[in-house]
């Protein structure tokens, strides 16, 4: 294809501390695309105050999903700015099979599909030595294990939905930071 090359439009997958927010932001300056990531704008909402951060604060800290009408208004608007027009990268939605519907909803209204959908892959054993040493103040080991109870029962079922759409790429997250990126880009057929 001459001139512009096509931005992707891809959804990172994958456990609590997979380390999909590190490779969310390497991978989007590659790409030129924007990271966009929902615990982020959360997080954002919850320090300055508003009303969505009112909402939300409590369900992030016990380690819950904030619900679907909550989550799609935020993705809604945040997909509806210039710079996801023309590629995204999202990080932390879709997180239900309801959210997945939601995200075909928005893309096909707007003439858009996803290229591609990258589940980070990384042993159990690994993910909870890395939960233990990240350690941070808010996530006691209950938190901790609430967010992998919730990815096993609710987000899990996504890697058989995008897989059935050919979407899904494995990307093996247990290596070191810039193989993973590099492993990515090879998915997505970039040369990196
Ligand atoms: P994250 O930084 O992606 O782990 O998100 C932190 C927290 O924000 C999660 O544990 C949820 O409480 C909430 N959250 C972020 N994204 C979503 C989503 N797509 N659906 C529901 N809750 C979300």
Do not use: C, H, W
């Not at 990080?91 to 075909?104: I, K, S, W």
Request: charged share 25%; no cysteine.
């Amino acid at each position: 294809m001459a001139g512009e090359a096509k931005r992707p439009r891809i959804v990172l997958l994958g456990p609590p501390g997979a380390g999909k927010g590190t490779q969310a932001e390497l991978l989007a300056g590659q790409l030129g695309v924007p990271a966009i990531s929902t615990g982020d704008m959360l997080r954002r909402a919850v320090s300055s105050g508003t009303e969505l951060g009112g909402k939300v604060q409590g369900i992030m800290a016990s380690g819950a999903l904030v619900d679907d009408a909550t989550m799609a208004d935020v993705v809604k608007d945040r997909l509806a700015q210039a710079d996801a027009k023309q590629g995204f990268l999202l990080d932390g939605y879709p997180r239900t099979l309801p959210q997945a519907q939601t995200l075909e909803g928005i893309l096909t209204g707007t003439g858009q599909e996803l290229d591609a959908v990258l589940l980070v892959e990384v042993p159990e054993e690994e993910l909870v030595r890395r939960a233990v040493l990240r350690g941070r103040a808010d996530d006691s080991e209950e938190v901790v294990r609430e967010r992998f109870r919730v990815y096993r029962e609710k987000t899990e079922p996504l890697i058989g939905y995008y897989r059935a759409r050919g979407l899904l790429y494995p990307i093996d997250g247990n290596l070191p930071v810039e193989k993973v990126t590099s492993q990515m880009l090879i998915a997505l057929g970039v040369n990196g």
